[in-house]
């Protein structure tokens, strides 16, 4: 009874272990399909993306095709000759317009004292003096004459600053002369007799006021140094203070009408070039400030930006 007990045991355990082993197969192979299934639809999502891009690619080579056959018309190979002789016009005209900007730049700062001058010398000449002579250049005004008293050429002197006609400080000479030698009563008065002893005889010469200018030119360095513009010239009082920008001006970076770019590479102030601290503080600010306190002939010298090298595709 015992061995029939056990091997129907045994069978049931036989029996258990096929069905598990069953099941297991049934399942590995359901997950194989899945699997396979996946692996399909990658494989079919990589096709339909080689195909999408070999359509594009067909697409463009073809658009490509119809740009070089429109290109190859003689209208439009004739461009790159048009285009190379409207270049060299261009330049040409820029260096005579330079020119000119120059010669302008030249006669603007050629000084010139004002019209109205000789009247308001003439309103400032005190009752006790006269005026012999006065000489007016682009720069200075003389005036010599004799007075009555001391004191009234420096007054002359005072009139003349409040009405603005000289710029600094003026240079006053007074001596003191009798009246025969300034010449006689006849001379002075005719019949009347001249009951002045002395006179006091000045020389006045100072600065006139006059406008400060300050000329801008941008040249390209190179093989040779070309003009990019015209020189700019600006009008500034003595001593007046002036800064240039780079947004106002295009100072440290420069664009044609062309639309070629620039960058600074240095600057010279009546031939003297900024010193490298100077102009890197320029570089890094984008501006630069002076005093006209003189004639200023700025130049800012450019070299052209390198457009970066397209980088490979390839690995």
Sequence with gaps: MANNVNKKLLSKKDMNFFAEFTASAAKAARMLSLAVIAGVAVLAIIVLFIIIGLVNNAILKGQINKIE?????????????????????????????????QMRATVDRIPSAPASLPDVIGECIPNDSYIQSYEITGTTLKITGESFTYYSPVDMVEMLNES????????????????DEIGSAEELYGETINCINNYYHFEIEGTLVSDIYVTISRLAMGDTV????GTETLKFAAGESFTLTDADN?????????????TLSKI?????????DDFAAILASG??????????????YYTVVEEAPAE????
């Design 268 to 276: 010279t102030i009546n031939g003297i070039e900024v010193n490298s």
């Design 164 to 179: 603005d006609v000289f710029t600094s400080k003026t240079l006053i000479n007074i001596n003191r002369v009798t009246a």
């Design 287 to 300: 501006s630069m400030s002076e005093f006209a306190n003189g004639e200023k002939d700025i130049k800012l």
């Design 226 to 229: 070309t003009s990019l513009a």
């Design 312 to 315: 490979s595709e390839e690995a």
């Design 69 to 101: 056959t429109t290109l190859a018309d003689e209208k439009y190979t004739q461009l790159e000759g048009q285009a190379a002789d409207l270049a060299q016009k261009l330049e040409q005209r820029t260096n005579y317009f330079y020119a000119l900007t």
């Design 250 to 262: 295009q100072l440290v970076n420069y664009t044609t009408e062309t639309g070629t770019a620039y």
